[in-house]
């Protein structure tokens, strides 16, 4: 089975910043579209960033020019590098991966989701 692991949450203070890690095993990185979400308190979930198949980065404008998501496909991790946070960025943080060939675009298509990381600013 598939398994997202997550981690380098915590506490930060405005301007700071934090990385978070997603491990996956049973995942071929490259194959379909890897993403990250986070859900404020008494917020809808909401996608952050994606990198599909082929590379292609899309962000959320809260986030834009801010966040990086990137990926080491010799350690099957996902990133999400956070600059200049502020506190509307404190949430929980899951990554998220689709199956095999599937599309970032609805955030029904991710199948796979981590535990999720609480991020505090």
């Known amino acids: 089975d598939v398994q997202l692991v997550e981690s380098g949450g915590g506490s930060v203070r405005p301007g700071g910043s934090l990385r978070l890690s997603c491990a996956a095993s049973?995942?071929?990185?490259?194959?379909?579209?890897m993403g990250w979400f986070r859900q404020a308190s008494g917020k809808e979930r909401e996608k952050i960033a994606t990198?599909?198949?082929?590379?292609?980065?899309t962000y959320d404008d809260s986030v834009k020019g801010r966040f990086t998501i990137s990926q080491d496909n010799a350690k099957n991790t996902l990133y999400l590098q956070m600059n200049s946070l502020n506190s509307e960025d404190t949430a929980m943080y899951y990554c998220?991966?689709?199956?095999?060939?599937?599309?970032?675009?609805?955030?029904?298509?991710?199948?796979?989701w981590s535990q999720g990381t609480q991020v505090t600013v």
């Open positions: 990198l599909n198949a082929f590379g292609l980065q």
């Open positions: 998220a991966a689709t199956p095999s060939r599937g599309f970032c675009s609805l955030t029904g298509n991710f199948r796979y």
């Open positions: 049973e995942y071929t990185f490259g194959s379909g579209c």
